[in-house]
Each structure stands twice: as C-alpha cells, then as structure tokens.
C-alpha cells in the first residue's frame, strides 16, 4: 500500500502509466502528490532500449481542474540502458479547462529523442484541496440548506478500521476539516467542509456507526452545487481512510 | 462562551437527518 505523509495527503504507490513496449522502451510509472499546497506528479522513467534516451518533454493535455507543469520535466543526463531516474515534476492549476470524462481523466504527451509517447492516468481528486476549506459554521448551515436535496448523494464506506477521533485527524491531513460534531443516538455524525483548487465548495455529513470493535460503517452524504465531482470526492474519502 | 445559536442549529441538523 502507499504512505502517508508527514504534513501533506495520503500518496498512492507509483503505478506504470507507459509501459516499455509502448513506448520504444522508455517506461513511466507515477502517482500524485499533495503536500503544503503544492501538487506533484512524481515520475519514474526507466530505459529499457538500446540506446541513450535525451532531450525529454512533457505536455497535459487540456482538463477539468486546469492541472498543468509548473516547470519543464528536468531530467539532468542522458538516461543510459537500464538506467531509472525519479522525477518530481511540480504541477498548478492555471492550465487550460476542458470537462473530461472521467472527470479526473488526464492526458500526457512525453517527448524524447526517440520519439512522442502519449497515455492517460487518473488523479486522485484529494491532490485538489486546498488548506483554507474549512468553511465558517455559519456558512456552513446556510449553505447545506440551500443547495437543494437533489444535489445530495449517498455512499457507504464499509469496515473503516478508524474510531471516530481517528476519522476526523486523518481526514483533516487531507484537507477535509470538520466544521461540527454531534452524537445522536450513539452515533457520531461529522459535519465537514472541503474547498477544490477551482472555488467549489463540497459540503459533507459522515454518519460514524459503531461495527465490531476494531471496525466503523461510514455513511457518507454530499452536497455540492457541482454533483459530478461527488463521487470522486467519495473516492477520495475511501482511498484516505482505508490506506 | 457566547451563544451564537450555531450549536443549537447544528443539533437541530443532526436530530433532523438521524430522525426525519
């Protein structure tokens, strides 16, 4: 599984997005990072031709959160047969914005010597929010209700393997703060707020209900004025609390 | 600690979504 980080998001484990056969040799594998407020895209590149591998690019294509390098990709010598160097390639969100499908869908054009390679990964939206979205408890009543109950979804993460405590500081490190908590009826019911990189704000309510004793069931209702992005939020809040 | 309300709403929220 991946690791946590001391003072940013959960971090998946590096997955190959080009494989070597695709690519005259030359294989990437990556994840995304969020830490401080800034995002990453860690890269592996290995070669696995014959020959010296230079001159490396990288391009996004255009996407819904406007994710884009925020430097060029600086590999600082010849990558060598066999040789793999890691790259920690810093990202905004200041790019160009075009709905994808999946949302999270992003396009990559990697350039070398060899020649252009092109492949899709999806980010986890987690790397999008940001440090400042805990929203005021006054805002956050307001605002619950009056976005409408057909901009609310459902979901149910089963067998947490986190108390109540330990839910709210875990999500917190993601940037999912809770604004409010109540027990009703010997359940623990967070109200939390998260803010994406693109002003939209992701209102939630986490019913905690007590499983066996090393285990929680979590029901997870969102309402957001964008609802497309609540199933990757959603996606997010499993991959945060079950890793 | 002033009583701005707040906590009350929230209860009331609470109440309301476990009991509708």
Not at chain 1, 10 to 28: F, N, R, S
Not at chain 1, 215 to 226: E, M, P
Request: with cysteine.
């Amino acid at each position: 599984s991946g690791v946590g980080t001391l003072s940013g998001s959960y971090v998946a484990p590096k997955a190959i997005w080009l494989p070597a056969m695709k690519a005259k040799g030359l294989e990437i594998s990556g994840t995304f990072t969020r830490q401080v407020g800034s995002i990453s895209m860690d890269l592996q590149l290995t070669n696995k031709a014959l020959q010296v591998m230079t001159d490396f690019a990288i391009q996004f294509n255009r996407n819904s959160f406007g994710l884009a390098p925020a430097a060029p990709l600086q590999v600082h010598a010849p990558l060598s047969p066999n040789q793999t160097v890691e790259i920690s390639l810093p990202l905004n969100t200041v790019g160009s914005v075009m709905k994808m499908e999946p949302l999270n869908n992003l396009q990559v054009a990697v350039k070398n010597n060899i020649d252009v390679f092109y492949f899709s990964t999806l980010y986890p939206l987690h790397i999008l929010f940001v440090e400042d979205g805990k929203m005021d408890r006054q805002m956050f009543l307001a605002t619950w209700k009056d976005i409408p109950n057909e901009n609310e979804a459902q979901f149910q993460i089963r067998d947490c393997p986190l108390n109540a405590e330990a839910v709210s500081s875990r999500l917190q490190s993601s940037n999912i703060f809770t604004v409010a908590k109540r027990n009703v009826e010997g359940q623990d019911m967070l109200y939390q707020s998260l803010k994406l990189t693109n002003g939209i704000w992701v209102l939630a309510e986490l019913r905690i209900q007590p499983g066996n004793p090393s285990f929680t069931h979590l029901q997870l209702s969102l309402k957001c004025r964008a609802p497309e992005v609540s199933q990757h939020v959603y996606q997010a809040y499993e991959t945060i609390l079950k890793n | 600690e002033l009583d701005d309300g707040l906590d009350e709403a929230f209860s009331r929220l609470a109440q309301s979504r476990t009991n509708p």
